[in-house]
């Protein structure tokens, strides 16, 4: 059974529900399914790495990006919930500068699909919680870059009160005007 589609404002990124099959007993899904991506998305992706993450809340992780092997992501939420960020960073991009965002989380199953050229970051807003992603490319630590979380330009509304948890990587974040971009 394909995913369900969910257009959002980034025509590119999409929000993609698999079909869940419940009963007394429990539930089962297909988490990914390479036939089912492809007439949902109408993309041919080849997974090379597949990453977990946990954070406990009111961590933030990102913005992140690769500046050469960028990374297409399909992200979902197995324990816990996620505010997740997808920043269009391709200058070409009639959405360029532009973000959007989707509470992912274990209960509501839903995965997120970001393409190469954009930053990534996501919030914790239950008490912790696990991501699972799969990525199209490998990571290379020395083409990775940071999108400053809080940029103005950007103006993500992150749902939180006050500084979220950030790594030392993330507090060093650049703002939009300062980072490399993609064609």
Same mark, same amino acid.
């Given at each position: 059974m394909p995913y369900q589609r969910t257009p959002t404002a980034i025509p590119d990124v999409l929000l993609l529900e698999p079909t869940v099959f419940s009963d007394d007993r429990g539930y089962f899904f297909e988490s990914y399914n390479a036939g089912d991506f492809r007439e949902a998305t109408g993309l041919a992706v080849d997974f090379v790495q597949d990453n977990h993450s946990m954070s406990v809340q009111g961590v933030l992780r990102g913005l992140h990006y690769q500046v050469r092997h960028p990374q297409g992501k399909l992200l979902r939420a197995v324990k816990g919930r996620v505010f997740d960020v997808a920043v269009d960073l391709r200058k070409s991009s009639p959405t360029f500068g532009r973000w959007v965002g989707a509470v992912l989380s274990a209960d509501n199953r839903r995965q997120l699909w970001i393409p190469p050229g954009f930053a990534h970051g996501f919030l914790t807003l239950s008490e912790d919680a696990e991501i699972l992603y799969k990525v199209t490319d490998y990571w290379y630590p020395e083409h990775e870059r940071t999108l400053l979380w809080k940029d103005p330009t950007v103006n =993500? *509304?992150?749902?939180? *009160?006050?500084?979220?948890?950030? /790594?030392? @990587? #993330? =507090? /060093?974040? @650049?703002?939009? #005007?300062? =980072? *490399?971009?993609?064609?």
């Open positions: =993500v *509304e992150w749902p939180i *009160e006050g500084e979220p948890r950030l /790594a030392p @990587k #993330d =507090v /060093a974040g @650049k703002f939009l #005007d300062e =980072v *490399e971009l993609f064609g």
